[in-house]
């Protein structure tokens, strides 16, 4: 049986509870990054903030704003600089 498009046998308990996995399915532009660890944020704080979104016609809980502005602030990657900078921006206009 395929879960997400991994074989059953392939999702084995520490790919998830392993602090710093990222579990990647799919393909771009349609990829799922699964973090079970983010910096800037502890997990208790970003739970208790989470904000529901729909994707298409499915409801999703995703990290709240103020949290992923700080997630994101507290990387080195220039990505997500850029992406802190069109989300402040964006909240200007």
Do not use: W
């Amino acid at each position: 049986m395929l879960y997400f498009g991994f074989p059953a046998e392939q999702l084995k308990h520490e790919l998830f509870s392993e602090e710093g996995t990222v579990i990647q399915f799919g393909v771009p532009p349609c990829q799922i990054d699964l973090l079970n660890q983010i910096s800037g944020v502890e997990y208790a704080n970003a739970a208790a903030h989470t904000i529901f979104a729909k994707y298409g016609d499915v409801r999703i809980r995703v990290i709240g704003r103020e949290d992923l502005l700080l997630n994101k602030s507290s990387t080195d990657r220039l990505k997500d600089k850029v992406d802190v900078d069109e989300i402040k921006r964006s909240e200007s206009t």
